[in-house]
């Protein structure tokens, strides 16, 4: 990280575990032999209101939203092209083309790991640990990896963020293949750090559902089948982790 840092002139300072301590009024206790790695060049969003904001502009383009949809098969049609998406409630809905936005990716291979975060806030220190204090976004690369930002929307409540982790933390984006060819295009196995990525996936996804082909991006990185070729899919010298 901190070789990262100096390469793209990240500003950042280095710590040690009482310079760590001081810094965020007793917070946080590292281990001896750690270092802390500090920048002021991180942020946190609003979760709940950027979602709003996507669905809104989605809405506004025409589409139709529906929420709380387990999808549960997908079937070829042969007569009139395209599939049909059936859900776990009994509805189905054909498309000309499909983009199947996919959770806990098990349904296709057994590779990825879901990974749970809890954060909470004890009585007493909320105001402490709230947005607008010293209290960091902050990541422990240690085993488990732990991470974890300032307390920003429901103050007091308790948050829970599930989310498909593939073995090298990097998307899945492609066609689906077999019998769909390219009618179908999935994507997901986010790994925890897909939220702000979407707008530039959502742009890349378009190519392929209108043109069957991804325009001026090399998609070879994501591709589904990597992992039969690779279990642990693309090499890295290290996991970046969900940042």
């Not at 990262?4 to 040690?16: C, K, Q």
């Not at 270092?35 to 904001?53: F, L, Q, Y």
């Not at 070879?220 to 899919?233: A, L, M, Q, S």
Request: charged share 25%; hydrophobic share 40%; with cysteine.
């Amino acid at each position: 990280m901190v070789s990262y840092d100096d390469r793209n002139t990240v500003p950042h300072e280095i710590l040690d575990l009482q310079q760590v301590s001081n810094k965020f009024s007793g917070r946080f206790d590292i281990p001896g032999n750690w270092v802390g790695v500090c920048t002021s060049d991180g942020g946190v969003i609003k979760p709940t209101k950027a979602i709003s904001m996507f669905q809104t502009l989605a809405i506004q383009n025409g589409t139709v939203l529906k929420d709380y949809m387990e999808v549960k098969d997908i079937r070829k049609d042969d007569v009139k092209r395209g599939a049909w998406v059936y859900t776990s409630n009994g509805d189905k809905f054909w498309g000309k083309k499909c983009v199947e936005i996919l959770v806990g990716m098990n349904c296709l291979y057994n590779l990825w790991r879901l990974w749970c975060v809890i954060g909470g806030l004890r009585r007493g220190i909320r105001i402490k640990n709230a947005i607008g204090g010293d209290f960091p976004t902050f990541a422990s690369y240690g085993e488990p990896y732990i991470y974890g930002t300032p307390s920003l929307e429901f103050l007091g409540l308790i948050k829970l963020c599930m989310y498909s982790m593939t073995p090298n933390e990097d998307f899945v984006i492609d066609f689906l293949g077999g019998e769909f060819g390219k009618d179908v295009v999935v994507e997901g196995g986010f790994s925890g750090h897909g939220f702000k990525m979407s707008p530039m996936v959502g742009r890349i996804l378009a190519n392929p559902v209108l043109t069957r082909e991804a325009k001026g991006v090399e998609l070879k990185h994501f591709r589904i089948g990597r992992f039969e070729e690779n279990p642990k899919g693309n090499f890295k010298e290290f996991l970046y982790h969900v940042m």
